[in-house]
């Protein structure tokens, strides 16, 4: 008698666990070059466990820096087609003696898995590869056609695949794309991820005079870089933490009624955000708007540092020539970064204080945007999702930026399922990263019974 579903996942749970421990050994830390032959090693990792799986036509594809895998099994005709996305590189561990147990040793504590990369993003995407792998073994066949992406540079910027994806439109055709890089609103809860906040990254730099001045000789005269650049700062948002820009907020839409009302129905303590979360002694922002809508659902401007001066020990009394700052804005869907950029550009000229020049350096962009609830794919995930953790599921969005669920949007012009099985605390990029063990089985089963049912 075939196996079902669950009957296979269980038995060979001790070899998909072991196989991922395996994984996540390689320490693929994308941006130090020192680790380039172990990102090279995940690549061929992925690339051996597609083919264990039965996927066809799986390719190492060479970039200009990091691999992208490929793989397709095409043989449904008729069936929709699943474009599974994730990435095999992770953050570097740092620092080290944060970890209760190495980094690249994962460890099994509390009914977690402990180790880089364990939630972020490779167990998750490993996920895909059994739930192919489980339905392969017990059908003998898939009930969709799939396509694999996986990108070996997600945490140094993604430029490889961003490059790859317009290039190759025919190639990654698809009727939906499938992530598993988010986490589930709170242990238990089934959540899909519907919306997403683009981002627009710049850098302000500020000239005053020709060189750094003595302050006793011509303090009082000569312009402060630093002071100006504070000054040019402080006008980007008023203390209500509106955003100057003009015209900044003309496509803003708010959210529909039912995403206000299933967000008032999801266990959120305002009081608890504030003292475990953010830490601090009160929040900050549109405070006319609910918590989770200043987060999911706003535009904001942040200042991410600033640099410039003299800041070693003693005292060293100049009057800085250069200052810089690091500051981004995240959009919300119908946004236009281009238009952002040109908008900020203009009023940050307007704002630069007498004796300062500025300039506004743009290190990145991606649009916010939107899925369709009511996609079939959504609705079948939905579905799937709420039988498998035993209650109704609830529909978020990230205050983050996901660029490549952009490029499948506005480039292959299809939507993305974000189904993700990590917790809010997995603390990712921090030490200790965690993923639950319960949540790496249930995710394989759950995504083989999404693939099964959408191609019903």
Same mark, same amino acid.
């Given at each position: 008698m075939p196996h079902s579903i669950d009957s296979f996942a269980s038995l060979h749970q001790d070899r998909f666990l072991s196989e991922l421990f395996d994984f996540i050994r390689i320490p693929s830390i994308s941006t130090l070059p020192e680790h380039n032959g172990d990102?090279? %090693?995940?690549?061929?990792?992925?690339?051996?466990? &597609?083919?264990?799986? *039965?996927?066809?036509? !799986?390719?190492?594809?060479?970039?200009? %820096?990091?691999?992208?895998?490929y793989a397709d099994? &095409?043989?449904?005709? *008729?069936?929709?087609? !699943?474009?599974?996305?994730?990435?095999?590189?992770?953050?570097?561990?740092?620092?080290l003696e944060l970890w209760e147990t190495p980094p690249f040793e994962p460890t099994l504590r509390n009914g977690n898995i402990y180790a880089r990369g364990a939630v972020d993003d490779k167990g998750q995407m490993y996920m895909h590869v059994k739930a192919v792998e489980t339905l392969m073994a017990t059908r003998g066949t898939l009930p969709v056609n799939v396509k694999f992406l996986i990108e070996g540079e997600e945490e140094v910027g993604g430029a490889s695949i961003s490059k790859y994806v317009p290039e190759n439109k025919a190639k990654l055709a698809a009727d939906v794309a499938l992530v598993s890089d988010t986490a589930l609103y709170a242990e238990g809860i089934p959540t899909l991820c519907i919306g997403l906040r683009g981002l627009v990254y710049t850098e302000i730099e500020a000239w005053g005079p020709a060189r750094d001045l003595?302050?006793?000789?011509?303090?009082?005269?000569a312009p402060n870089a630093i002071f100006g650049l504070v000054e040019l700062l402080g006008r980007l948002k008023d203390a209500g933490g509106r955003i100057q820009i003009p015209g900044f907020y003309d496509t803003v839409r708010p959210p529909a009624p039912e995403e206000h009302e299933s967000w008032r129905q999801l266990p959120f303590s305002e009081q608890e955000f504030l003292d475990h979360e953010v830490g601090s002694t009160a929040l900050t922002g549109e405070l006319q708007y609910h918590v989770l809508e200043r987060v999911w659902a706003r535009p904001t401007l942040e200042v991410h540092g600033i640099a410039g001066g003299f800041t070693g020990a003693g005292s060293k009394t100049v009057i800085p020539a250069r200052a810089t700052a690091k500051v981004s804005l995240r959009l919300v869907p119908d946004q236009d970064p281009v238009a952002v950029v040109d908008a900020f550009r203009a009023y940050v000229a307007s704002v630069t204080p007498a004796g300062i020049r500025s300039e506004v350096r743009v290190l990145g962009t991606s649009p916010g945007l939107l899925v369709d609830p009511n996609h079939d794919a959504i609705r079948v995930a939905a579905g799937v999702f709420a039988e498998a953790l035993g209650r109704p599921t609830v529909f978020t969005r990230s205050g983050g930026s996901i660029p490549i669920v952009g490029e499948f949007a506005h480039h292959l012009g299809i939507p993305t399922v974000l189904m993700g099985f990590g917790l809010p605390d997995d603390g990712l990029h921090s030490p200790n990263e965690k993923f639950k063990l319960d949540n790496y089985y249930t995710g394989i089963r759950t995504i083989a019974r999404f693939l099964e049912q959408y191609g019903a």
């Open positions: 990102v090279r %090693r995940a690549a061929e990792f992925v690339a051996q466990s &597609l083919r264990h799986a *039965g996927l066809e036509n !799986v390719e190492i594809i060479e970039t200009d %820096r990091h691999p992208l895998i099994w &095409l043989h449904a005709p *008729g069936k929709p087609t !699943v474009l599974c996305y994730g990435h095999y590189d992770v953050q570097p561990p740092d620092p003595h302050s006793g000789l011509y303090g009082g005269a």
